[in-house]
Structures are given as structure tokens and as C-alpha cells.
């Protein structure tokens, strides 16, 4: 542990370094005794934090922890691409697994979960620059034009569609870009700087007398009637336990393993270019992204950066946490490659930095929630695929019922109930991850040549299906 720990504490990403500069680079508090409470939470990420604040919502005579193996913000919370995004595009997918009630009602929580989170960030002061400006899928080559069309239809039908089809060179304008050929509007999305939201959560969570102890990593949990949390130099004893610890499960939890890969998003943000943007007329917080399987998404920053990132690239063998997920990114040049064919005007901007990190797909692309090893007072959920900022508000939601025994929506939720699928052992998994990531990447480079790609890595890239931002008919 302690050689992971290090490799892990000599780097931090952009948006955590940032967020630590503006609180005057804390000191953390580690657990140095044995405590009991209500209701201990391992992971000091967006998860773990929201299912504090809603179960002191719901109980404020709770007595609630929280252990962090870091500094709260520290993995995928405060590294991911800030991108606020919903569900309804995955509509017809969530058709599929939950039936059509339960994906219209996950829909439109996911759409009040950006309100709700909104509300948050402007009831607490929490200076993260959130911009609910909406977000922008658009088609970049002729294979990708009408992909959405299905499940849009699907949404008009259902009358919940927040999206509408922009005029292409309207569209080409917002996004300052020529190499649109479709896209498609929502209002219900943004962008955030994520580690400065998640530090403001945590914020807020001490204020409102929720314990947190960073730099505390859970050693084990003793799975009695009362499970006990252990950490190096101490322990917490609660009525209920919530491992809110996402990519690193399997890393903690072997029987995890097959559950999720654990894949790689790599990011880069540029150096302060406001004039540049200015005269791209490219200011918004609107978190644009591609139609890709292996998806590019985009944003700007309030302070005049463009920031981009890709999925896709590396895949932990075993789905475990690796060093390249703690480090900058090797894939600088395909970063750079790809903001030059946006916007071929940014080509000699110089990245301010580029990282890493680890994102936690599951089969069905959506999260699940469940007790570890069917313990009445053991809770854990996981599997966000990459769409996790605002998703994580319904985990929260779904992880409190769970804690507190409630019979409602959040309990009964579709997403409750384990994994609903799950991938081959190794090292089948990892080489097949490899044969599918490489048909993709020859798949899209044709497709964006304006060739057709070959049958074998058509019908590979099948297998990767629930990656995207959108359900795909084509």
C-alpha cells in the first residue's frame, strides 16, 4: 500500500491541483481512534458526499463518517472532464435493462439532478465555475449523421425530449467549428470545474457535522451485525457502511473484477487563450462531444482554456488501479491532433497539462448499487461508464434509501440490485478489450477518411455498443 500510495501522491491532476491552491493546499486530517456512529462512508468522492448530505438531510440526529484513502476529490471526482451531462441520450438502453417507466423516470432524474446540483452550488456558494449551458452532440463524418435519430424519436414519443436538432450551420457557429455535419441541442447539461465542486461538497458536509477523515484508507471492513471499518490507525464502527469507492473496487474487492473495466480517460487542458476563444466566439460552458464510441468531449473554462478529452485508450488488466491513471497522459499528441482538427486555429496552443484517468464501465453502461456479499448493512454502487458528475447525485439518493431502509423510488430504482452482466475472466477480457479498441480505432479512422470500414471491425466495435454518449441505430 505504501508504494501505491506514492505513486499515486506524485501527481495531481490539473483541476485537483487547482482546487488545492485555492484552499491554501489544506492539511488532512487522518482517523487516529476508534469511533462509532451511524453510517460510515468509505470514499470521499461525489458518491460518498452526496450520500452523506442526503441521509443528514433526510436524518440530521444521524451521526455520519466518512474515511478517504487521499485527499477528497482526489480520484475520479476531481479528475474527470467536468462534463455535466444526463441520461436521455442512453434512453433506449435504459428501455432495454429497466423497462420504459423506469427509463422514462431515470431520464428525467438525471435532468433534475443538473438543476439540483445547480441549486447546490448557488445555496452554498461554492465557486466551481458550473455553467448549465448545455450540451452540444454532434456528428463529425457522414457514418455518424442520423445515429441519434432513433432515440430521439423515442423521447419525442415519450414526451420527455429536451433535445432538438440545431440548423447545421447555426450549429457550426455555436460551436466554432466547420466540422460539424449534424448536431443536436440540450439546455439540461454544462460544465464544472469538478475537484472544486467536490471540495466545496466536502465544504459543506463538515459544516453540517458530518466527520471526514482524509489521508485514511480502508485497510478492511469486519463484516459483523455492526460492520467495522479498518484503517491504519484506527477504525469506525457503524450501523451501515457504504463503499463508495467506484473504479477501485475490484482493487479492494476481488469479486468485482468481472464486473467493470476499469479504461482510461485521458484529458488535456490548454494555457489561458481568452483572446483566441473571443475570436472563435467559443466563451460558453456548453459541453460538446463528438459521436464517437470511443467519445471526444469539450468545454471551455471561465478563465479562457479549452480543455479536451478522449476515452478509450488504456485498459487495466484485471480492472485494477494502475500508475498510468495517476499521471500525464501518454496520449498527449492524439489530445493535441484532435483540437487541431476542431478548431485548426488552436494548433500552436501549448498545453498547460495533459493526465490520466481511470473510469469505471460497466456492461450495461450504467451504474449499479447493491449490498457487498448480500450484507443487510454493507452498501456499495459503482459502474458510472464515464458519465458520472451528475449521475452520482442519483447514487446518492439511491445509496441513502438503501441506508436507511427505505421503501421508496430510490431503493426500488432499476439500477439497484448488482451487476447485470459481466465481462470474461482473464486474460480473455484483456485481450479482447485490445482486438475491440483497435477494430474502433480503425473503424472511426475510415469513417472519418469517408471510407467504409472493414465487416470484422464493424462487427467488433459491436461489442463496445453501450460506450458513447448516445444509443446508436447505425
Known amino acids: 500500500m505504501a508504494s501505491k500510495r506514492h505513486w499515486m501522491k506524485s501527481f495531481r491532476p490539473y483541476w485537483f491541483e487547482k482546487a488545492l491552491i485555492v484552499e491554501g493546499n489544506p492539511t488532512s486530517e487522518p482517523l487516529n481512534h476508534r469511533i462509532a456512529v451511524d453510517v460510515c462512508i468509505v470514499g470521499g468522492g461525489y458518491t460518498g458526499?452526496?450520500?452523506?448530505?442526503?441521509?443528514?438531510?433526510?436524518?440530521?440526529?444521524?451521526?455520519?463518517?466518512?474515511?478517504?484513502?487521499?485527499?477528497?476529490?482526489?480520484?475520479?471526482?476531481?479528475?474527470?472532464?467536468?462534463?455535466?451531462?444526463?441520461?436521455?441520450?442512453?434512453?433506449?438502453?435504459?428501455?432495454?435493462?429497466?423497462?420504459?417507466?423506469?427509463?422514462?423516470?431515470?431520464?428525467?432524474?438525471?435532468?433534475?439532478?443538473?438543476?439540483?446540483?445547480?441549486?447546490?452550488?448557488?445555496?452554498?456558494?461554492?465557486?466551481?465555475?458550473?455553467?448549465?449551458?448545455?450540451?452540444?452532440?454532434?456528428?463529425?463524418?457522414?457514418?455518424?449523421?442520423g445515429a441519434s435519430d432513433a432515440v430521439m424519436q423515442a423521447l419525442d414519443q415519450e414526451g420527455i425530449n429536451s433535445w432538438k436538432k440545431l440548423p447545421l450551420e447555426d450549429a457550426k457557429a455555436f460551436a466554432a467549428t466547420?466540422?460539424?455535419q449534424e448536431a443536436i441541442f440540450s439546455p439540461k447539461a454544462g460544465s464544472v470545474q469538478p475537484a472544486l465542486l467536490v471540495r466545496g461538497m466536502m465544504r459543506v458536509a463538515r459544516q453540517k457535522?458530518?466527520?471526514?477523515?482524509?489521508?485514511?484508507?480502508?485497510?478492511?471492513?469486519?463484516?459483523?451485525?455492526?460492520?467495522r471499518v479498518i484503517t491504519p490507525n484506527g477504525s469506525i464502527t457503524a450501523g451501515k457502511v457504504v463503499v463508495?469507492?467506484?473504479?477501485?473496487?475490484?482493487?479492494?474487492?476481488?469479486?468485482?473484477?468481472?464486473?467493470?473495466?476499469?479504461?482510461?480517460?485521458?484529458?488535456?487542458?490548454?494555457?489561458?487563450?481568452?483572446?483566441?476563444?473571443?475570436?472563435?466566439?467559443?466563451?460558453?460552458?456548453?459541453?460538446?462531444?463528438?459521436?464517437?464510441?470511443?467519445?471526444?468531449?469539450?468545454?471551455?473554462?471561465?478563465?479562457?482554456?479549452?480543455?479536451?478529452?478522449?476515452?478509450?485508450?488504456?485498459?487495466?488488466?484485471?480492472?485494477?488501479?494502475?500508475?498510468?491513471?495517476?499521471?500525464?497522459?501518454?496520449?498527449?499528441?492524439?489530445?493535441?491532433?484532435?483540437?487541431?482538427?476542431?478548431?485548426?486555429?488552436l494548433k500552436p496552443v501549448k498545453m498547460d497539462q495533459t493526465w490520466n484517468g481511470g473510469s469505471d464501465r460497466s456492461t450495461t453502461g450504467f451504474p449499479f448499487f447493491g449490498n457487498l456479499d448480500d450484507h443487510p448493512n454493507i452498501h456499495y454502487g459503482l459502474g458510472y461508464s464515464g458519465?458520472?458528475?451528475?449521475?452520482?447525485?442519483?447514487?446518492?439518493?439511491?445509496?441513502?434509501?438503501?441506508?436507511l431502509n427505505a421503501d421508496d423510488?430510490?431503493?426500488?430504482?432499476?439500477?439497484?440490485?448488482?451487476?447485470?452482466?459481466?465481462?470474461?475472466?482473464?486474460?480473455?477480457?484483456?485481450?479482447?478489450?485490445?482486438?475491440?479498441?483497435?477494430?474502433?480505432?480503425?473503424?472511426e479512422s475510415a469513417e472519418d477518411a469517408g471510407r467504409s470500414p472493414r465487416a470484422f471491425d464493424r462487427f467488433m466495435a459491436g461489442f463496445a455498443a453501450t460506450a458513447g454518449k448516445t444509443d446508436k441505430q447505425n
Not at 438502453?93 to 433534475?112: D, H, I
Not at 457535522?209 to 460492520?227: L, Q
Not at 465481462?423 to 484483456?430: A, C, L
Request: aromatic share 10%.
Open 49 to 145: 458526499l452526496w450520500t452523506a448530505l442526503d441521509i443528514k438531510a433526510r436524518n440530521p440526529e444521524f451521526e455520519i463518517a466518512i474515511v478517504e484513502q487521499e485527499q477528497c476529490g482526489y480520484g475520479a471526482s476531481g479528475c474527470n472532464g467536468g462534463c455535466v451531462l444526463t441520461l436521455a441520450t442512453k434512453f433506449l438502453s435504459l428501455c432495454k435493462y429497466y423497462g420504459k417507466e423506469e427509463a422514462k423516470r431515470l431520464v428525467l432524474a438525471s435532468e433534475e439532478a443538473v438543476c439540483r446540483i445547480k441549486h447546490f452550488v448557488k445555496e452554498h456558494g461554492i465557486q466551481c465555475d458550473l455553467r448549465i449551458d448545455g450540451s452540444l452532440y454532434v456528428a463529425t463524418n457522414r457514418a455518424q449523421v
Open 178 to 180: 466547420d466540422r460539424l
Open 209 to 227: 457535522g458530518i466527520r471526514i477523515y482524509e489521508n485514511s484508507p480502508m485497510r478492511s471492513i469486519e463484516k459483523t451485525d455492526r460492520p
Open 244 to 345: 463508495a469507492i467506484n473504479a477501485w473496487m475490484p482493487t479492494k474487492f476481488k469479486q468485482f473484477e468481472r464486473s467493470i473495466l476499469v479504461v482510461s480517460s485521458d484529458m488535456g487542458i490548454t494555457e489561458p487563450i481568452p483572446d483566441l476563444l473571443d475570436k472563435l466566439n467559443l466563451r460558453h460552458g456548453t459541453t460538446i462531444c463528438d459521436s464517437r464510441l470511443f467519445v471526444h468531449y469539450l468545454h471551455t473554462t471561465s478563465d479562457g482554456r479549452l480543455m479536451l478529452g478522449k476515452g478509450g485508450n488504456t485498459f487495466a488488466y484485471g480492472s485494477k488501479m494502475i500508475p498510468s491513471f495517476f499521471a500525464s497522459s501518454t496520449y498527449e499528441h492524439q489530445i493535441k491532433n484532435a483540437i487541431g482538427r476542431f478548431y485548426p486555429k
Open 387 to 403: 458519465n458520472g458528475v451528475a449521475q452520482s447525485w442519483l447514487g446518492g439518493k439511491i445509496l441513502a434509501s438503501l441506508c
Open 409 to 443: 423510488e430510490w431503493s426500488r430504482c432499476g439500477f439497484v440490485g448488482g451487476p447485470r452482466g459481466y465481462f470474461p475472466p482473464e486474460p480473455i477480457r484483456w485481450i479482447g478489450s485490445m482486438v475491440v479498441r483497435n477494430a474502433i480505432r480503425r473503424k
